[in-house]
Structures are given as C-alpha cells and as structure tokens.
C-alpha cells in the first residue's frame, strides 16, 4: 500500500482583496478527502485569515473565515501560524480563532521542507 502524500498549504495574503484565502482553503478540505497530510500554514499577511470577528459584509464580500474551524474535522491537524509574523503585526494568539498553534519560522520551514506538496496562490 502506498504511503499517502502530504501537502503543505501556504496562506500568506490578507483574506480581502484576493480569493487566494478561499481557493487555498477549497483545496485544503478537498485534498482532506483524498487522505492525504494536510497542513495549513499561516504567514506574512495569511495570519489575518485567522482574526475572530471578521466583518468583510461590510465590502460586499462572503466571509470565509470560519470555514477554518472545519479545518479539524476535515483531519486537517497541523495548522500551524508564524509567531514571528504575529509579533511583527503586534498580534496575539487571543486576537486570532482558536485553530492553529504557533510556530517559530524555523518549523514552518521545516514542515515546509518535509511535504511533498506545496501551495501557495
């Protein structure tokens, strides 16, 4: 039997603006059903996809900010959010939904390295 492969999503841009956020999260839950190792992987300006009470009504646009929470019950256990980044932007992991753990750059880079797949949009 093969092993199953593992992928490594990217979000490092804001949510609003582009729909990079909800096509990476689309291929996130759809590989999920292929049994593949999915992790999510917020950087640079992707960890604002993860702020709690996002309002992007207000710009006429859907909010898919908390399809993240499915992340888990799609088997999507690694999500993992840049605690560099979230210093740099003067965030906190109370500002952010409760889905992803923080990492220092140096595991990011270490999982990334580790994935057969990469995605980033």
Do not use: W
């Not at 909800?22 to 960890?47: H, K, T, V």
């Not at 993992?80 to 990492?103: G, N, W």
């Amino acid at each position: 039997m093969a092993m199953s492969k593992s992928l490594s999503i990217i979000f490092n841009k804001a949510p609003y603006g582009t729909q990079s956020g909800r096509e990476l999260l689309d291929i996130a839950l759809m590989a999920a059903a292929f049994d593949m190792e999915i992790c999510a992987l917020f950087i640079d300006d992707g960890i604002y996809q993860l702020l709690r009470d996002q309002q992007p009504d207000i710009l006429h646009m859907k909010n898919h900010s908390a399809t993240f929470k499915a992340l888990e019950l799609y088997g999507i256990e690694t999500v993992l959010v840049s605690s560099e980044d979230l210093r740099l932007r003067h965030l906190s992991t109370e500002q952010l939904m409760p889905v992803a753990e923080q990492a220092e750059p140096n595991k990011i880079q270490q999982v990334i390295a580790q994935s057969d797949f990469v995605f980033m949009l």
